[in-house]
């Protein structure tokens, strides 16, 4: 499915991103550029990346599925820090 039309990517294009080691929207579009041209598709690439993270063993062990989107905490180094996912800006974490 098409997820950032700017450029043209798909989900299996960001999902291999991921695969590949991207942890960040930012890494992901530095693989395979989705997210670099409008935002507009920023919170799907957040949330494939968010499904991943969730995936993974040492993660589980947070007590249970937890979703960033929805504002779980404790957020894994990713889209915890992604402003698309922030409901107060003061969570936000400078760079």
């Keep these: ?25 930012v890494e992901i579009g530095a693989r395979c550029r989705a997210g670099t041209g409008c935002g507009g598709c920023l919170p799907e690439v957040c949330r494939l990346l968010d499904d991943h993270l969730t995936s993974q063993a040492f993660y589980a062990t947070c007590g249970g599925s937890r979703r960033l989107d929805r504002g779980d905490a404790p957020r894994p180094r990713g889209c915890g820090d992604c402003p698309l996912l922030v409901d107060d800006e003061s969570e936000l974490v400078s760079a």
């Design 1 to 25: 499915m098409w997820i950032c039309h700017c450029k043209g990517v798909t989900d299996g294009q960001i999902r291999s991103a991921i695969d590949a080691g991207a942890r960040t929207p």
